[in-house]
């Protein structure tokens, strides 16, 4: 079955630089790759995602990153603010999920402090 | 999602007891899923569903039983075999490829 690694399990920041937060897998058959922001005793948002098929997605201030033939997908968060101070994770999975394919595997998660 | 609705916010489980916790989803979403969470930990599949009628294990689904007699509801009972059940419990729903949380419960053991 799949297995997510996530690197670091920590990572603090000053405001304004830049984040990075990476992933490997090991099943060659996954193909959508999310990313979940969670606040303290909050749920778990999706803030970004890719498919296979493609190799960069940006959305504002956040982009993710995916290297198929090495298994590591990357989050990257530019001028970092304070709200966005929280637990990251990563995921992967074959889709469509269920049976044999399996279902979306986490990483253990990133906790990113942006000091002011 | 606010579509996602979990119930109780906390829940204290006396030992060998059975507790229940509640999912509902307005979302008209077919799959379902139970994970578990602990701190400093990812989260870990317990069951899901695919459609009314059916669910299968997932990875950690010992101690755990769980029903899908409506589409709206998935409940989750945490049994007297399920020895460390202090955790925040979380419900899911897919649509597409994206998975959506509702808000969450946290088990405690008194």
């Known amino acids: 079955g799949e297995n997510v690694e996530q690197h670091p399990s920590t990572l603090s920041v000053q405001e304004g630089d830049s984040a990075v937060i990476k992933c490997t897998y090991s099943?060659?058959?996954?193909?959508?790759f999310p990313w979940y922001k969670q606040e303290l005793g909050k749920r778990p948002q999706l803030i970004i995602d890719i498919r296979s098929n493609v190799g960069e997605k940006k959305d504002q201030r956040i982009a993710v990153t995916l290297n198929k033939t090495a298994k590591h997908f990357s989050l990257h968060i530019t001028e970092t603010q304070p709200e966005d101070s929280a637990v990251y994770f990563c995921?992967?999975?074959?889709?469509?999920?269920?049976?044999?394919?399996?279902?979306?595997?986490f990483g253990k998660g990133t906790k990113l402090s942006v000091k002011p | 999602d606010g579509g996602i609705t979990q119930s109780p916010k906390y829940l204290f489980r006396k030992e060998g007891q059975n507790v229940t916790l509640s999912c509902e989803q307005n979302?008209?979403?077919?799959?379902m899923y139970w994970y578990r969470q602990d701190p400093g930990q990812g989260l870990r599949l317990i069951y899901y569903s695919q459609i009314v009628n059916d669910f299968q294990k997932g990875d950690i689904a010992e101690g755990y039983s769980v029903s899908r007699e409506k589409k709206e509801s998935f409940p989750l009972t945490v049994t007297s075999a399920q020895k460390n059940p202090t955790a925040f419990y979380l419900c899911a729903s897919t649509v597409g490829e994206k998975l959506f949380f509702g808000s969450g419960t946290q088990l405690s053991v008194l």
């Open positions: 979302l008209n979403h077919d799959a």
């Open positions: 099943d060659s058959a996954s193909n959508y």
């Open positions: 995921a992967a999975s074959p889709f469509p999920y269920g049976g044999s394919q399996g279902n979306l595997i």
